[in-house]
């Protein structure tokens, strides 16, 4: 149980493009999920808080209008990267955490290289 | 907020030998305390975690220690093997709501043959 897909697993694409990543519960409710950015050889920055039905928690130093997070329902949410430039190039991963404990669950990551 | 700091960022073991890598928070309130392991390039998984209610918690070859009044825990791996080679993560939250988990900045473990 508590299984995180995301999807796609790797992306490229050219500079100024959008891309959709997207991150689903598959065998529970996620009241609440995590995006976080991680580059090569460095920890999981968080980037933003997504809560099912309202608007995201974005960190700071975090572009809100760049990174766009929507979560309509408890188990799927999705990242935006839009006008996408070389310096996003990273690996994005989102985690869920199940409403009835603390645990949060991650998913596999989709590698993201802009060119 | 919370701040959490890792060490040591590598280490370098021999295979059968303990590891113990440690970390330290900077808010009182963190309760809750897990530890990740990540393999290159795929996703971080929970290997052990602990609550601010014990002060150590074992599961099989991993233990973690943790001593709220200097706010710093540990991960000990004993008897180590090959496959344990990989990046370990610390991390500090509150429990409960969405609190968010805020992440050591890592320690390459190498276990050599």
């Known amino acids: 149980g508590a299984v995180v897909s995301q999807h796609p697993s790797w992306v490229i694409c050219k500079s100024g493009t959008s891309v959709k990543i997207e991150c689903r519960s598959l065998d529970f409710q996620a009241t609440t999920m995590f995006w976080y950015r991680q580059f090569p050889k460095q920890s999981l920055m968080l980037m933003a808080t997504?809560?099912?039905?309202?608007?995201?928690?974005?960190e700071q130093g975090v572009e809100k209008d760049k990174f766009l997070i929507n979560h309509a329902s408890l188990t799927l949410s999705t990242l935006t990267v839009t006008s996408a430039h070389p310096e996003d190039s990273s690996f994005y991963i989102c985690?869920?955490?199940?409403?009835?404990?603390?645990?949060?669950?991650f998913g596999p990551g989709t590698r993201l290289t802009v060119t | 907020g919370e701040n959490v700091e890792q060490h040591p960022s590598t280490l370098s073991v021999q295979e059968g030998d303990s590891a113990v890598i440690k970390c330290t928070y900077s808010d009182s309130a963190s309760n809750y305390f897990p530890w990740y392991k990540q393999e290159l390039g795929k996703r971080p998984q929970l290997i052990i975690d602990i609550r601010s209610n014990v002060g150590e918690k074992k599961d099989q070859r991993i233990a973690v220690t943790l001593n709220k009044t200097a706010k710093h825990f540990s991960l000990h791996i004993t008897e180590t093997q090959p496959e344990d080679s990989a990046v370990y993560f610390c991390a500090a939250s509150l429990t409960g709501g969405g609190n968010k988990l805020t992440f050591g900045t890592g320690t390459q473990l190498k276990v050599e043959l």
């Open positions: 985690s869920a955490r199940d409403r009835r404990g603390d645990e949060q669950y």
């Open positions: 997504s809560n099912e039905g309202s608007k995201a928690t974005y």
